[in-house]
């Protein structure tokens, strides 16, 4: 039984940064992703991580602000976000797949999702 919580979000002035994160229950060793949603707008990849860790992947709106890694002592998965924008502005949502792949960059290809948590960032 996989479950994912996010927590970390909050308001932050352009430019600031915040850290997400995702703890998850069950099977740890998921394919992982971070996805945000704003309001009127389709879910957006925003970044991968692979079963071990080894592929990180980054939309190209976030590459070079973004960092995500996994910790699997800690059963967590993190986004640290730098250079916040307010387009950043939307509930991030970490979510999980069971599938032998890479990263997936589609929200239909994972299975499992956490509820959300808001992230604010004001201009």
């Known amino acids: 039984q996989v479950q994912l919580v996010e927590s970390g979000g909050g308001v932050v002035h352009a430019g600031g940064s915040l850290t997400l994160s995702c703890v998850v229950s069950g099977e740890t060793r998921y394919i992982m992703g971070w996805f945000r949603q704003a309001p009127g707008k389709d879910r957006e990849f925003v970044s991968g991580i692979s079963r071990i860790g080894g592929t990180r992947v980054y939309a190209d709106s976030v590459k070079g602000r973004f960092t995500i890694s996994r910790d699997f002592p800690a059963n967590l998965v993190r986004l640290r976000m730098d250079s916040l924008k307010p387009e950043d502005t939307a509930v991030y949502y970490c979510?999980?797949?069971?599938?032998?792949?890479?990263?997936?960059?589609?929200?239909?290809?994972?299975?499992?999702w956490g509820q959300g948590t808001q992230v604010t960032v004001s201009s």
């Open positions: 979510a999980s797949d069971d599938q032998n792949a890479g990263v997936m960059r589609s929200a239909s290809s994972y299975e499992n």
